[in-house]
């Protein structure tokens, strides 16, 4: 089994949110959905779809269908063999169109006694679900920066706390990764 590492940039928001994932070569693609939602803090409440040399993978949209493929029928190196890219396009949340660029790294053997996939390096918190994308968020920013701003005590209650965009929940990130790799751990023979 090779190793892949993986660089994930959440496009157009400042400060950078960035994470390192190391996932085995051979992980499919709806799994690799999930190790991002807990690598990012997402909630996995919402459609995704992989796009890479023009193909597309993910759930077909209940409302408009699709011609994406099956992401639980492709592993990660498959889709980097047969289309040769080097970034991959990531899209979760048809809504608010949180769009992530996945940059393929090195290849590696595994560490012994290591567990993947792996989150190795984590900078910036991710938005909070449903904000309403982009536009949304520098809102919600300037809104929590402000103690003066009108809506800064609506906001500061909906989301249940003060926020730091540049301190992320790194531990309970880590965490839920290695959750994802405790369940996916190949079963000894």
């Known amino acids: 089994m090779s190793i892949i ?10 400060p950078a949110v960035t994470r ?4 085995p070569a051979d992980i499919r693609l709806d799994r690799l959905h999930l190790t991002i939602q807990a690598a990012m803090g997402w909630t ?4 995704y779809r992989f796009e890479a040399a023009g193909a597309t993978w993910g759930l077909a949209d209940p409302n ?5 493929l099956p992401p639980n029928k492709t592993a990660l190196a498959e889709l980097i063999e047969d289309t040769g890219v080097k970034t991959i396009n990531y899209l979760y949340d048809f809504g608010d169109s949180w769009d992530h660029k996945i940059e393929i790294g090195k290849i590696s053997d595994p560490m012994p006694g290591e567990l993947y996939p792996r989150l190795t390096d984590v900078r910036g918190r991710c938005p909070p679900e449903d904000v309403g994308g982009f536009s949304g968020y520098e809102e919600f920013l300037e809104a929590m920066g402000d103690p003066k701003h009108p809506e800064h005590v609506d906001l500061k209650s ?15 990130l880590r965490l839920e990764v290695l959750k994802l790799a405790k369940r996916w751990k190949p079963k000894k023979k």
Request: proline fraction near 5%; avoid cysteine.
């Open 158 to 172: 909906w989301y249940g706390g003060d926020f730091d965009p540049n301190l992320p929940d790194t531990d309970e």
């Open 64 to 68: 408009f269908g699709g011609n994406d």
């Open 20 to 23: 390192t994932l190391q996932v």
């Open 5 to 14: 590492e993986l660089k994930i940039t959440l496009e157009y928001i400042e």
């Open 44 to 47: 996995n409440s919402h459609l």
